[in-house]
């Protein structure tokens, strides 16, 4: 008895969203893999670029990972692009071919 005289007057809470449904990460040979060179705005650091990659923030950093281990290279993932330090770029799409991917080198 004591819920059928309550209300809500105010509430801070927002209202209840729908749960969004995430896309699903395509498979690895759907994706096509870019590895370029950067050198402008590094202090004359040469860095592999990988781009293309569909994935989640978390599946990026162990793709990453496991390529700075493959490697012996540092690296980090900026905006959905992962760096690797130093012209890494055939052995970074060996590995990524490895691994399932349509990778090719950009750049010259």
Do not use: F, H
């Amino acid at each position: 008895m004591a819920d059928q005289n309550r209300r809500v007057v105010y509430s801070t809470d927002p209202e209840p969203e729908a749960p969004v449904a995430r896309p699903k990460t395509p498979p690895p040979r759907q994706q096509q893999v870019r590895v370029g060179l950067e050198r402008k705005g590094r202090g004359g650091k040469t860095v592999s670029l990988v781009t293309g990659v569909t994935a989640t923030p978390a599946e990026l950093e162990k793709l990453c990972k496991l390529l700075k281990n493959r490697l012996g290279a540092g690296g980090a993932v900026k905006e959905q692009v992962i760096e690797i330090q130093g012209d890494q770029r055939d052995k970074i799409v060996a590995i990524l071919e490895e691994l399932g991917y349509q990778a090719k080198k950009a750049g010259g």
